[in-house]
């Protein structure tokens, strides 16, 4: 080959590498500031029937998820109520809580807590797509040009009587 | 080699210096009080860096259903139009010469045609789309390159490297070139563009376009006008005989093209009128007294209604009608001592129905029909057509089908076209595909089918063992892997077996032009890429290779003791194209493009064999320098294509007794783009 094309390469090869070296944050994974926004606006736009004590957020299993959201709680509240953040690891650990966030990798979870908080006022939440139609009250929607949106299963929300606000009903996608 | 150094040092320093001083600052406002409607513009993945807003953008020419370039199902080239107008590009070859694989080389009559994966696709296998219309002429299904689109109206340019006939039909047997004009609602007002190039001895070039859009709520109206006449080179030109004759005024590539689009709701209409002449006095195998115009007249008409249909909204049903009216290759009457009269008009009619149906998100089909009939009539009083009449008409049917699945494992898309035409039969060609992403990581599987419809021409010329479609058969494999923010890697593989490819030759006992399916062709190599783009600017290395060995099967293509490459087009292949921001009103943007060694016939030995001669390697080197809004709405670039005087040449890709064709000398450019109501336009992306 020609020692020219192999200067071009060699010095492409080059950029990749320095280039590397210089990169700290990826925008690849997921932006948990979006989906703990997300949560944020659920809490404020939904009703749950009881306002008694702190607003319990439990997030299954370990996920980055649980930083945002802990930020959110030392800064702001759930309608006065104080928000707190804590790792559940059963279903059991679902019930002390107003809201169930899952994460993608333990989406495998929703049945077993679906079970147990389907006729009580639980919100929750999957990150992953699809799982409004499984259970969930809401579920993640990543679109092709990477929106972020969200389906929400009415009929679940109203068995387990959180009432909805209309303004959030109509940025909603509608599923079950 | 020493001079790209400064160049390569000069990237560097920039980017050492002010790469890093891009902050991630959406924490600087209360963010919790966003509002709800501000929330629906969240992005999963946070905000884009500049590079991934280009690889996240959504590609449409590979699957009819818009999917981000990194899981389209086709090896995908995206151009903006932010980097043709830094670059400086004088015209599509300046453009599509940056791609991995594509070169160009000279057919008859001085015509250029392109070429990729180092197959000749001048004829039929290259569709070139602008706005959906069809380019490529129907006599012999090309499309010329010279000066002739109108670059300054063109919003982006989707270049799909492999084949598209699942979707696209006969003319997309080895690749898509989609061009996409601006409309209304990317710019409102009047831009108005001049370019004049001076080559070493002779004028360039000398381009006008005037560009107008128009938007009121659902209306939008947009009008481009391009007026373009140009030298293809001021370089001597010397024919098998080593007859000379300097090209300045001879070889004068003068183009006319109207764009007149506008949509109402659903309803769109287009209308395209694009007169091309070019001005030869090379011919087919030597070199005539007094050059003589060629003409390519061309119209084209579309009308075009999307309905949104179910209670979900679910389905959109596309019925188009469009009609296509050209006279290619004319040669006119003033000139028949030279050359022999050629004049035949023709038009395609065809109607086309697509349905797209979302059964869920995830799944969507998409399924078609089109019709259309061929109409040719010979204008020149003593020809007539093989079938001894001076009109000829074929008819075709299609029907087309495509299911896209995304899962959360893999995209998985099937898809197959199936048409029958009146005189050359059927053609049937699926494709399979599997693509996915993986947070940096993506792949791409793809296995297609894809035929070359014969043209009027080709049926008109057929001998008598009949003109049937060629198939060929392409494996694609391309890998991924986004390095940071603001790099992105990509390497493909493709393997290409073309069977019964159409092959002119010239019967010298009868003395008749023929066209027949003989012989195999094909092509395996790799094609890698390498982009980085971030608030400086960009940067964009790519190589491409190519081998037939083992594959091509036609004497004419091939080098005599070479088994592995084909005449006109390098097996070795990079470009470089990178632009630097200078401030705020300054970019500087290099681009060049080593062209390996390539093999071309320059004359005939003493028995009146072809010669074939090889043509070192050669560097292109161009530099453009560009100043935008420093007077409100004015942009001036200036620059340099050619700064080595390289001087490329067209090489015929087969042995045609055509004479390698010379390209521009070192030209300098001026571009004046002046938009009248600059406040009104878009970022450009």
């Known amino acids: 080959m020609n020692i020219l094309v192999k200067y071009i390469l060699a010095s492409g090869l080059f950029l990749m590498i320095f280039m590397g070296k210089t990169e700290r944050v990826f925008s690849q994974d997921a932006d948990y500031k979006a989906y703990t926004l997300f949560l944020y606006n659920f809490m404020k736009y939904i009703e749950w029937p009881n306002t008694e004590g702190d607003f319990v957020i439990g997030v299954v299993g370990d996920s980055p998820i649980k930083q945002e959201l802990t930020t959110l709680s030392e800064n702001k509240k759930a309608k006065g109520r104080k928000i707190v953040v804590k790792i559940i690891l059963t279903s059991e650990d679902a019930l002390s809580c107003n809201m169930v966030y899952i994460p993608s990798s333990k989406s495998s979870m929703l049945k077993s807590i679906f079970e147990k908080t389907k006729t009580k006022p639980i919100l929750i939440v999957g990150e992953r797509e699809g799982l409004a139609k499984k259970g969930a009250a809401i579920s993640f929607v990543v679109d092709d040009d990477d929106a972020l949106k969200f389906d929400l299963n009415k009929s679940v929300m109203e068995s387990q009587s959180l009432k909805v606000a209309n303004l959030l009903l109509q940025l909603a996608i509608l599923v079950g | ?685």
Not at chain 2, 279 to 296: G, I, M, Q
Not at chain 2, 328 to 345: G, H, M, N, V
């Open chain 2, 1 to 685: 080699m020493k001079r790209l150094l400064p160049i390569l040092f000069l990237f560097l320093f920039f980017e050492k210096n002010f790469s890093q001083n891009i902050i991630f600052s959406k924490d600087t406002f209360d963010y919790f009080e966003m509002s709800l409607e501000q929330l629906m513009s969240m992005k999963a993945h946070g905000v884009p860096s500049e590079l991934e807003e280009l690889i996240n953008s959504l590609i449409l020419a590979a699957s009819k259903r818009p999917l981000t370039a990194r899981e389209s199902p086709g090896i995908v080239t995206l151009i903006t139009q932010e980097e043709i107008r830094n670059s400086g590009a004088r015209d599509l070859i300046d453009i599509l010469r940056l791609v991995p694989g594509i070169d160009f080389g000279v057919d008859v009559e001085g015509v250029v045609g392109i070429g990729t994966r180092g197959l000749w696709a001048h004829e039929g296998k290259m569709l070139v789309l602008v706005d959906g219309q069809e380019m490529n002429e129907l006599l012999f299904a090309t499309n010329q390159f010279g000066n002739h689109f109108a670059i300054e109206q063109i919003k982006k340019i989707e270049v799909i490297r492999g084949p598209g006939s699942a979707i696209y039909g006969g003319f997309a047997e080895y690749g898509v070139i989609n061009i996409i004009t601006k409309t209304a609602s990317d710019f409102s007002g009047v831009v108005l563009a001049g370019t004049y190039g001076q080559m070493e001895s002779a004028m360039g070039r000398r381009n006008f376009n005037l560009s107008a859009g128009k938007q009121k709520k659902d209306f939008q109206f947009s009008l481009g006008a391009f007026f373009g006449n140009a030298n293809r080179s001021d370089q001597n030109f010397s024919d098998f005989d080593s007859s000379s004759y300097n090209m300045a005024g001879n070889s004068n590539l003068n183009s006319t093209n109207i764009n007149v689009g506008m949509s109402f709701k659903g309803f769109s209409a287009r209308w395209i009128m694009d007169l091309y002449q070019t001005t030869t006095r090379d011919s087919y195998d030597k070199n005539e007294p007094v050059a003589y115009p060629l003409n390519f007249k061309s119209h084209f008409t579309e009308i075009k209604y999307a309905a949104i249909l179910g209670k979900k909204k679910n389905l959109t049903l596309t019925p188009k009608i469009n009609i296509k009216s050209q006279t290619p290759w004319q040669t006119l009457s003033d000139f028949d001592t030279i050359i022999q009269d050629y004049s035949k008009a023709t038009q395609r009619y065809s109607g086309n129905i697509t349905a797209s149906y979302n059964l869920t998100r995830k799944i969507n089909f998409v399924a078609g029909a089109e019709v259309y009939k061929d109409r040719a009539v010979d204008q020149v009083d003593s020809s007539f057509f093989s079938n001894g009449k001076k009109e000829v008409s074929y008819f075709n049917q299609a029907c087309f089908l495509q299911a896209l699945a995304k899962t959360r494992f893999v995209n998985f898309i099937l898809g197959a076209r199936y048409d029958i035409h009146s005189e050359y039969g059927s053609a049937f060609v699926p494709r399979v595909g599997f693509t996915k992403k993986f947070k940096k990581f993506h792949f791409k599987a793809l296995y297609s089918n894809a035929f070359r419809a014969p043209s009027i021409e080709n049926i008109n010329l057929k001998d008598s063992t009949g003109m049937k479609p060629e198939l060929t058969q392409v494996m694609e494999l391309e890998a991924g892997y986004q390095i940071t923010r603001k790099s992105l890697l990509t390497a493909n593989f493709f393997d290409i077996i073309t069977k019964d490819p159409i092959v002119y030759y010239y019967d010298d006992s009868l003395k008749t032009d023929n066209y027949r399916n003989f012989g195999g062709a094909g092509s395996r190599g790799v094609e890698v890429e390498y982009r980085m783009r971030d608030k400086w600017g960009y940067f964009i290395f790519n190589y491409s290779n190519y081998t037939v060995a083992g594959k091509e099967k036609i004497a004419d293509y091939k080098i005599p003791g070479n088994e592995s490459m084909l005449l006109a087009f390098p097996t070795h292949k990079a470009n470089l194209n990178a632009s630097i921001k200078a401030g705020k009103y300054f970019s500087i943007s290099p681009t060049l493009s080593y062209i390996g060694e390539r093999y071309g016939y320059t004359g005939v030995d003493t028995a009146g064999y072809s010669v074939a001669e090889k043509f070192p390697s050669l560097l292109l080197a161009n530099l453009f320098v560009n100043t935008a809004n420093y007077v409100k709405g004015l942009t001036i670039g200036i620059g340099c294509y050619d700064i080595l005087d390289s001087k490329y040449t067209f090489i015929q890709p087969y042995n045609g007794y055509h004479a390698p064709l010379p390209g521009p000398s070192r030209e300098i450019i001026v571009k004046i783009i002046y938009e009248v109501k600059a406040k009104k336009m878009k970022k450009e992306k």
